[in-house]
């Protein structure tokens, strides 16, 4: 298996629910990222895990909650969000976290908050 | 930090010509850079890496330390090459920076 896979691929949520994306791979990459994606504007980094350690929060709102169960998968629990937190939501990851490593995107979830 | 600057937020060009779509960084190191592409509707991936000085889907990049570029370039542009290019350089230790994406069209 050599893709990233998401779920799900859209979800709707009322700014009290609470929800989670998933994102798996088998890869056997060490290094997995959380991106934003907002219409017409460039993936933006929120989380970095290398080897299932948190190791880059880009300054990202407590009501983002990311989860590392084992090497494999990364959860990110919403809670709470907001409108304005409507978007894609796209997991990645590559064999090392570094520079020079290419980064494997899932498909996103899109997610709306209403 | 790094930084990267991608002039053209849209480029359209007709099918067979030459298509260049233009990247700029700002590295005090050496730096390796990566192009990405989006298809409509198809997840974001790599095109090419200035490490591997490959060749993908006719595209090439060639890094210019005296100018700070890493202009994407194809020869004969195809209606398949429509999508979102974007330029990234590293943005740190573990880290990519994506600029803010070019969006070509291709016409018949």
């Known amino acids: 298996d050599t893709e990233v896979t998401q779920t799900p691929k859209h979800l709707v949520m009322g700014m009290t629910n609470k929800k989670s994306l998933k994102c798996e791979q088998h890869m056997g990459h060490r290094a997995m990222y959380w991106y934003k994606q907002k219409a017409k504007k460039p993936p933006e980094l929120m989380f970095v895990?290398?080897?299932?350690?948190?190791?880059i929060n880009e300054s990202v709102p407590s009501r983002f909650s990311p989860e590392c169960p084992n090497s494999s998968l990364l959860n990110l629990h919403l809670h709470a969000l907001q409108p304005e937190d409507s978007a894609l939501y796209l997991c990645a990851s590559s064999p090392l976290a570094g520079d020079y490593n290419e980064q494997f995107f899932g498909p996103g979830t899109r997610l709306t908050v209403l | 930090a790094q930084r990267v600057t991608q002039p053209e937020k849209l480029l359209s060009v007709f099918k067979g010509a030459p298509v260049e779509l233009k990247c700029n960084y700002s590295y005090s190191g050496s730096p390796e850079l990566f192009w990405y592409v989006q298809y409509s509707r198809q997840r974001l991936q790599l095109l090419l890496r200035h490490i591997s000085r490959e060749s993908i889907k006719g595209f090439t990049a060639d890094l210019n330390k005296g100018e700070t570029s890493f202009h994407l370039k194809k020869p004969f542009a195809q209606e398949e090459d429509s999508a979102m290019y974007y330029c990234a350089p590293p943005g740190g230790s573990e880290k990519l920076v994506f600029g803010k994406g070019t969006k070509l069209t291709v016409n018949p």
């Open positions: 895990y290398s080897y299932e350690k948190l190791s």
